[in-house]
DNA sequence: ATAGTTAGTGATTGAGCAATAACTTTCTCT
DNA sequence: AGAGAAAGTTATTGCTCAATCACTAACTAT
């Protein structure tokens, strides 16, 4: 297998990983052990944890921004933004890794911050940015509606990591399309 | 100073450590340091490392309450609703270690959830729901604003994790008063 | 065929860390 | 005064883990 497919595997096994463990909680043995490789060879394809944390967090944005885009195609307004929440829900249940990825992305994000690394922060918001760029597209350009979209999605990631089941009153508020499945 | 004061002054550091290293990432050693004793007397007041976070998650919570308490107090509906956004913004400001050490507990409680412990989750979620009842009380009993203003408000934790400055695009669908001063 | 490159491994190192055990100091109450 | 409790310490253990080093196997192009 080529150096660029492991690293395609690598980035993968990573966003799991690192989404039930964490950035500090996740050992670099235990993707290598996913990918089906010695630990030593991950450092081949990455130069650090941190920078395969990136790979696997920017990847996680990207798929984001898939989700919606495909969501979205040919909609827009409000039946757009139906469709892209119907979408998140699907994937958050599908896929519950992305969301916890997100989550410890967000954690990581502030302690690199407050470690003084500007990069690793810089390179997460430009992705974010672009998510939201997509958003803001889609949504007719309404700054309200992509702030209040957004909004709601970072409040179901919440909700979901924190563990309220479906049909929990704190999920009452949201569109019915934008709520676990009850 | 009695068992009960250090208990305190542990919390305290915890919150501080906690926020900005995240779970795995503080040493006990570190926030021993900051109270003032020896990493070992720690120990003694709480009996292993989770107990320490999960005081220090709840007792965020409670001053995030308090902060929403004091804010609306003698107000209601609209009124109420910007006042305790501009209080969330200063506090944000003035304790980011408060927003932060949020972050860590939605990502360290869907990790706990992962490892199979159940208790965590089940205090984070309660202690939640008592800020969501607080605020719902205080909108009138009324789920959507309720559920839109924390949607809001964690949008806001997240971009402020995130690093985003004051003045970004991303901020501008933010009520003024939410938003961070520019 | 063989030189060179690419993919991959085993062994190790050095640091950090939660938790325990055994001990000491400082109050406090009669 | 002095016994008992409460507050606090030093030393240590046993583990985990990122990263490095030195090495091997397989492919590829002349």
Request: aromatic share 10%.
């Amino acid at each position: 297998m080529s150096a660029e497919e492991r690293r395609e595997s690598a980035v993968r096994a990573a966003v799991t990983e690192f989404a039930r463990g964490g950035y500090k909680g996740t050992s670099t043995e235990s993707i290598a052990r996913r990918v089906g490789v010695s630990q030593p060879y991950l450092f081949r394809l990455f130069p650090n944890k941190q920078a395969l944390f990136l790979a696997a967090a920017e990847r996680c944005l990207e798929d984001t921004r898939g989700v919606f885009a495909r969501a979205s195609e040919g909609l827009e307004g409000e039946e757009a933004l139906h469709a892209m929440a119907a979408a998140y829900q699907r994937y958050v249940i599908d896929e519950p890794d992305m969301f916890q990825m997100q989550m410890q992305m967000y954690a990581a994000t502030a302690v690199a911050e407050v470690d003084g690394d500007t990069e690793f922060g810089e390179r997460l918001r430009a992705g974010w940015l672009r998510m939201w760029e997509d958003v803001h597209l889609v949504l007719g350009a309404d700054v309200d509606e992509t702030t209040t979209f957004l909004a709601y999605g970072m409040l179901a990631n919440t909700l979901a990591s924190l563990g309220f089941p479906a049909g929990h009153r704190v999920w009452s508020g949201f569109y019915l399309s934008a709520r676990p499945v009850s």
